[in-house]
Nanobody, 127 residues
Framework: QVQLVESGGGLVQVGGSLRLSCTAS????????MGWFRQAPGKEREFVAA????????DYADSVKGRFAVSRDNAKNTVYLQMNSLKPEDTAVYYC????????????????????WGQGTQVTVSS
């Protein structure tokens, strides 16, 4: 059973930065794309960023392009989300997820393409 554990969330002021981490255990990691999603109160879960299994390709939601950077370290079974220039609208619970199929990149923004999810970490941006 794959387990994903996020960390690094917290309270930050507008314009500040945070780095989220997600460490995987109990299953394969290096052959799966990984995604980050977020859910704000009263809103649906939305795609934030994804990184291919090799780390050589990434994808971002328009709302975070140029501010967020996703990366991974397969030796540590960990994926990261560096968040800069944070805005109040970035406030949400952030989740990492593993793709349903290995070596698959199609539909990377669709949450139904992921089958393992972390418990989430809260990010709050205060103005």
């Amino acid at each position: 059973q794959v387990q994903l554990v996020e960390s690094g969330g917290g309270l930050v002021q507008v314009g500040g930065s945070l780095r989220l981490s997600c460490t995987a255990s109990g299953g394969a990691f290096s052959t799966y794309a990984m995604g980050w999603f977020r859910q704000a109160p009263g809103k649906e879960r939305e795609f934030v960023a994804a990184v291919r299994w090799s780390g050589d390709r990434t994808d971002y939601a328009d709302s975070v392009k140029g501010r967020f950077a996703v990366s991974r370290d397969n030796a540590k079974n960990t994926v990261y989300l560096q968040m800069n220039s944070l805005k109040p609208e970035d406030t949400a619970v952030y989740y990492c997820a593993r793709r349903r199929f290995s070596l698959s990149w199609i539909g990377v923004q669709n949450n139904y393409e992921y089958d393992y999810w972390g418990q989430g970490t809260q990010v709050t941006v205060s103005s």
